[in-house]
């Protein structure tokens, strides 16, 4: 099978590119696009370091084929926010400290960001299943599930004004 031309929105940008229908979303985001905030973490969606947003649902870009991202809507970790303005999780996974080497920290804001988007007020059992797709080995969790707590209610105190 030869290269295909394949279009989709990628942080809100209409983005074209040339690529093998079986290429790995992933792959195509690191290598085609520059967007190297997603991490490659295990490769076999296990870890949750390569989340993404497709079309509003999180999925693993590592399992995902780029011919299945045509025509859709794609966002990364560099379309949350931008350094001067940080989404609301961002900002609390600095502020809280939910991270520490970095790895899976893009996955995880993703992750925390999909579950706010469709719980705004979730309660600490629903923030371990929300991220249960994740995996860190250095911060033992306890920051990462403090700043989802905390993203919460900033992004209530700002519905609220």
Known sequence: MTNQRITMTVNGVDRTIEAYPMERLLDVL????QLTGTKEGCGEGECGA???LLNGELVNSCLVPVAQAANS???TIEGLGSPAN???VQEAFLRYGGSQCGMCTPGMIVAAKY???HNPHPSPEEIREGLSGNLCRCT????IF?????ASRAQRGKSAT
């Open 30 to 33: 690191r290598e085609k696009l």
């Open 140 to 143: 033992g969790y306890m920051r």
């Open 115 to 117: 579950l706010l988007n």
């Open 86 to 88: 940080l989404d609301p």
């Open 146 to 150: 403090e700043a989802v707590e905390m």
């Open 73 to 75: 809507r794609v966002i």
């Open 50 to 52: 390569c989340s993404v």
